[in-house]
């Protein structure tokens, strides 16, 4: 826990600058999967900060994001293409071919092996190295909303109604917010080496308090990090005003 989302976040920059930096002393790639949303805006503003006062080079990292909508255009205002590339990939020097976002122009009958190779490219790669979430009001990671199984894989999930109308302040009202999104399964975030789940504001207590102290249960998939051996929930203080 944090005092504030501004150190909470700059703690979290550092853990992967250095993880970053120790994969380039092994001359190896490191692999990130990343999330949007408004919860590591302030990771990506300080990974920027890094990049460009530090010297911190992004040229070995290969990321995975974790979700878009479906469908959905990659020039669209409200792709998460456009989301990285504004926070993140724009203002570094990631090679471009190193960067892999579920892709939201698919027809529909190209989703499910487009979802497989997702996966296995992951797996050709050795794994995400380092696995950043947020966490939805309703305890999704990615777009697992409740009901995920916790061996989901790779897939085409229909949003929940709570997750819509979070979003549909981005897509001026409902009517325009997508039903679907492609999402990574919860086995692969389950495989990350590392997780870090980011939750800020007094709106995700309730939920972090349920995620991190009651039962596992796949209504609140979060909770299934409960089983993982390297998570963290970083928290500010607002969010963690739950906890018992
Ligand atoms: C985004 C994602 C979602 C968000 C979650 C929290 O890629 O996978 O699970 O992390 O909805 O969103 P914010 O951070 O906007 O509260």
Redesign the pocket.
């Known amino acids: 826990v944090f005092d504030n989302s501004a150190n909470a976040s700059k703690a979290v920059a550092h853990e992967i600058k250095k993880l970053i930096e120790d994969k380039q002393k092994e001359n190896k790639s490191c692999v990130l999967g990343l ?5 590591p805006k302030g990771l990506y503003a300080e990974l920027v900060r890094l990049h460009k006062e530090e010297g911190l080079s992004f040229k070995n990292v290969i990321s995975f994001n ?2 878009e909508y479906y469908p959905m255009k990659a020039a669209s205002i409200h792709s ?1 293409v456009r989301f990285m590339n504004e926070q993140l990939f724009d203002h570094v020097d990631i090679l471009k071919e190193n960067i892999y976002i579920p892709d939201g122009t698919l027809e529909k009958n190209e989703i499910a092996a487009f979802c497989k190779e997702y996966e296995a490219a992951i797996e050709r790669v050795g794994g995400i190295d380092l696995q950043v ?4 009001g309703n305890g ?4 697992n909303e409740s009901g995920s199984l916790q061996n989901s894989r790779t897939r085409l999930v229909a949003l929940d109604h709570s997750t819509r109308i979070a979003a549909s302040k981005e897509f001026e009202g409902l009517k325009n917010t997508p039903r679907t999104a492609i999402t990574l399964g919860v086995s692969k975030i389950m495989d990350a080496k590392r997780v870090i789940l980011l939750a800020w504001g007094e709106s995700k207590s309730a939920i972090v308090a349920k995620a991190v102290e009651e039962g596992m249960t796949n209504l609140v998939p979060a909770s299934f990090l409960q089983e993982h051996q390297q998570v963290d929930f970083i928290l500010d203080k607002e969010a963690s005003s739950n906890l018992t």
Do not use: K
């Open positions: 999330a949007t949303g408004s919860s974790l979700d998460y979430l947020g966490i939805g999704h990671i990615g777009f």
